[in-house]
């Protein structure tokens, strides 16, 4: 049975950090490209980061660039999201997710964990 599970969210106050954590079991994603959307209440689900199987590529959403920085552990089968200089926008429920490409749709990730919540104070 596929399974990512995230963990490692929280509540911070605006600039500290967070960092989030995906184990993938159950198959070998390992090969799989690997990223992290999240969802506010009332929004949509918007794209934050993803990495290539090698971890040779990596995407950002602008609203992100310079304060996360998404990596792989050394088995590829591990996603992480450190998350620095937090903002009160950040809020919202982040979810790792595997697909076959580098994308920034929700469409392009086969596989999704459950979620994690991240709030942030002002």
């Known amino acids: 049975q596929v399974q990512l599970v995230e963990s490692g969210g929280g509540l911070v106050q605006a600039g500290g950090s967070l960092r989030l954590s995906c184990p993938a079991s159950?198959?070998?994603?390992?090969?799989?490209?690997m990223g992290w959307f999240r969802q506010a209440p009332g929004k949509e689900r918007e794209f934050v980061a993803a990495?290539?199987?090698?971890?040779?590529?990596?995407a950002y959403a602008d609203s992100v660039k310079g304060r996360f920085t998404i990596s792989r552990g050394n088995a590829k089968n591990t996603v992480y999201l450190q998350m620095n200089s937090l903002k009160p926008e950040d809020t919202a429920v982040y979810y790792c997710?595997?697909?076959?490409?580098?994308?920034?749709?929700?469409?392009?990730?086969?596989?999704w964990g459950q979620g994690t919540q991240v709030t942030v104070s002002s």
């Open positions: 997710a595997a697909g076959t490409v580098v994308g920034t749709r929700p469409v392009e990730y086969a596989y």
């Open positions: 990495i290539s199987w090698s971890g040779g590529h990596t």
């Open positions: 159950g198959r070998t994603f390992s090969t799989y490209a």
